[in-house]
């Protein structure tokens, strides 16, 4: 199906492991973003990119490492994840043409560090 | 800090009425002004946007209202349905960064 998906859905992990959350959208959409929902704090950006080989840090980018070798796909890892990096994360694109501002979100992903 | 922030964290509302939710910012840079709906479980999904040479824009049932003398921001929804139950965030940006900065969001649960 076209779109934009994040796996996994949902993943327990401990402190100190490494944990890649993967997003992959249909779209061909230049743009990318990852970013963190946590109670209180609304949606915080972690890392975007304007298109492949591109990547710029957002707000809260410590911890935290993106790549984009191809348009479609823009995987983010917890290199070695901490308590705190417990929270949901989602995807988004957009395209770079346009007087819209929608960013098509994923279904985010629920991380729990242990 | 958050450049962008909501008034209330919370709105309940009877079916039928309409809801205005309201959404306070301190760039005076921002050039769009953006409203997001997230139902529970789901990724926030785009309802309207309004450029900061604007000061109202309608959708359907919905109506953005920008006022940047004070530097606020509201969402009003006509005639609320029970799909209308979620957190609504408003979000800004700059005319030349796509990023989005996003206030904590405002729950609205209407009432049957």
């Known amino acids: 199906d076209a779109g934009i998906t994040q796996s996994p859905r949902y993943k327990i992990t401990e402190t100190g492991r490494q944990v890649t959350l993967m997003c992959h959208q249909t779209?061909?959409?230049?743009?990318m973003f990852w970013y963190r929902q946590d109670l209180g704090h609304g949606l915080r950006l972690i890392y975007y990119?304007?298109?492949?080989?591109?990547?710029d840090k957002g707000e809260v980018p410590d911890g935290y490492v993106v790549s984009r070798s191809k348009t479609e796909n823009f995987p983010l890892t917890l290199e070695s994840a901490t308590r705190s990096q417990t929270s949901v994360y989602f995807c988004?694109?957009?395209?770079?043409?346009?007087?819209?501002?929608?960013?098509?979100f994923g279904p985010g992903t629920r991380l729990t560090v242990l | 800090g958050e450049s962008v922030g909501l008034h209330l964290p919370t709105l309940s509302v009877q079916e039928g009425d309409n809801s205005i939710i309201n959404c306070a910012y301190s760039n005076s840079a921002s050039d769009y002004f953006i409203w997001y709906k997230q139902e529970s479980g789901k990724g926030p999904q785009f309802i309207i946007d309004i450029r900061s040479n604007m000061d109202k824009r309608q959708g359907q049932r919905v109506t953005v209202l920008l006022n940047k003398t004070v530097k606020h921001l509201s969402l009003q929804i006509a005639a609320t349905q029970p799909g209308d139950s979620a957190v609504y965030f408003c979000a800004e940006r700059t005319h030349n960064d796509y990023k989005l900065s996003f206030g904590a969001g405002t729950t609205v649960t209407v009432r049957a």
């Open positions: 990119s304007a298109a492949a080989d591109i990547t």
């Open positions: 779209w061909s959409h230049s743009y």
């Open positions: 988004a694109s957009r395209p770079t043409s346009g007087s819209s501002n929608e960013q098509f």
